[in-house]
């Protein structure tokens, strides 16, 4: 997707970010306690060793990784939440799939369906635009010019279905339930970044300049709201508009 790495890259800047205001600790915590609730075995629970490796990387410290396996695990008492999809479209029907970890639905679907109003989307019935998204082993990694044509060969060999390189950012996807091995093949060549699962979308729409950056800015509304994990959408970006986008952030 044009656009999408560099739309990568202003998000892992805006990461950095809620990280000061801790803001993606009360993410990552959810993740986890979440995933927990399958079982607090790393080794048998892939979510949860997603979900903690992601915590490692944000440098979350590790009593609080723990309280929130216990959390979920029900050893210690916290808030009951529940993973919800919520589908609708943004501007000119950009299909929108968001990913929402919430102790109060009613609460959660009134925001979601507020900001989507706001900007020119509305939210959809079950299933309207679920059927765009394939769920897909993701891993992003930046490595020197020289590294990202070796990079992405050893991500094919390891069991990659696709990589793409633009510039220094690697992007590499595969099935779910190969994630982890290309994953720790790619390690043991020296290659570590970011790994989750992502719904990546089948094909993607194309919108002029200003629907664009309205789309795009109601991404990030959504994405500020408490209750929210990610959002994914097929919004093809151009690098230009991308640039633009990324000198006024």
């Not at 998204?133 to 070796?150: M, N, P, R, W």
């Not at 793409?164 to 982890?180: F, K, W």
């Amino acid at each position: 997707m044009s656009g999408h790495s560099k739309w990568s890259t202003i998000k892992r800047k805006k990461q950095a970010e809620d990280a000061k205001r801790g803001k993606l600790f009360t993410k990552l915590v959810r993740e986890i306690t979440i995933a927990a609730g399958e079982g607090s075995d790393l080794e048998t629970n892939f979510k949860l060793r997603l979900a903690v490796d992601r915590a490692r990387v944000g440098n979350m410290p590790k009593g609080s990784i723990e309280r929130a396996i216990k959390r979920g695990t029900g050893e210690l008492k916290g808030q009951e939440l529940e993973e919800l999809y919520y589908e609708g479209y943004g501007p000119n029907g950009v299909a929108m799939l968001i990913q929402v970890l919430t102790d109060n639905r009613n609460r959660t679907v009134a925001d979601v369906r507020r900001l989507l109003s706001k900007h020119g989307g509305n939210l959809g019935a079950a299933g309207c635009v679920a059927w765009l998204f394939d769920l897909k082993g993701y891993i992003s990694i930046e490595v020197s010019d020289e590294d990202a044509e070796e990079l992405a060969l050893l991500a094919i060999e390891a069991g990659a279905e696709d990589v793409e390189a633009d510039g220094q950012l690697v992007e590499i996807y595969t099935h779910p339930a190969s994630l982890q091995m290309v994953k720790e093949a790619l390690q043991q060549q020296g290659f570590s970044g970011e790994s989750r699962l992502s719904m990546i979308p089948r094909s993607v729409t194309g919108l002029g300049r200003e629907k664009t950056l309205q789309t795009m800015r109601l991404i990030d509304a959504l994405e500020e709201l408490e209750d929210t994990q990610q959002v994914y959408s097929n919004l093809d970006i151009s690098d230009k508009v991308m640039m633009e986008y990324e000198a006024a952030a």
